[in-house]
């Protein structure tokens, strides 16, 4: 069974920063492609970084500016999302999404609140 756990979103001041994690397990890890969403209230599902099986292909939205970098540890089955500078606009649940097996599977998000 596939699972995808996020953690460490929370409440965070504007300029702030965060790390988000996500746990993976019940697919092969090292040879699927990790990527992390946002769903932003009143915005369409948005894609914020993808990054390769081995870690070293990484993609971001532009609208991000180079922001949120992506890593993975696959030694951990886990992968991350540095965000930094954040903004009020950033408030959102942040979705960790795996492609294994030419499926998509999700986490349950986790919630990002920037405010003052």
């Known amino acids: 069974q596939v699972q995808l756990v996020e953690s460490g979103g929370g409440l965070v001041q504007p300029g702030g920063s965060l790390r988000l994690s996500c746990l993976a397990s019940?697919?092969?890890?090292?040879?699927?492609?990790m990527s992390w969403f946002r769903h932003i209230p009143g915005k369409e599902h948005e894609l914020v970084a993808t990054?390769?099986?081995?870690?070293?292909?990484?993609t971001y939205a532009d609208s991000m500016e180079g922001r949120f970098p992506i890593s993975r540890d696959n030694a951990k089955t886990t992968v991350y999302l540095e965000m930094n500078g954040l903004k009020p606009e950033d408030t959102g649940v942040y979705f960790c999404?795996?492609?294994?097996?030419?499926?998509?599977?999700w986490g349950q998000g986790t919630q990002v609140t920037v405010s003052s």
């Open positions: 999404n795996a492609y294994a097996g030419m499926r998509r599977y």
């Open positions: 019940g697919f092969t890890f090292s040879s699927s492609t």
């Open positions: 990054i390769g099986s081995a870690g070293i292909s990484t």
